[in-house]
């Protein structure tokens, strides 16, 4: 299986942590910055499922752009082969 070595970067991942902070932050958006936080300073990517989630939040009006923000960065460190 191919590696994907991007990483977030220290702007989102700054975001990702001020979300998990967040109480009034959705489950979405926390489980989004969860992913960015665990990529952050690592070779991890994301999986399928949460794949699907930043997928469904881009395409979606109902969230905010901090929110897609985080969901672009889950996204850009995806498996390319899935």
């Known amino acids: 299986m191919s590696r ?13 942590a001020a979300t998990l902070k967040d ?11 969860g992913s960015v936080m665990a990529q952050a300073h690592t ?13 469904m939040v881009l395409c979606s009006e109902k969230y905010n752009e901090e929110t897609k923000t985080l969901a672009a960065s889950v996204l850009s460190q995806s498996n390319k082969k899935r």
């Open 4 to 16: 994907n070595r991007k990483q977030s970067s220290a702007q989102v991942a700054s975001l990702a």
């Open 23 to 33: 109480s009034t932050a959705s489950k979405t958006a926390k489980s989004l910055a």
């Open 43 to 55: 070779k991890k990517q994301t999986g399928a499922q949460l794949e699907d989630l930043a997928s």
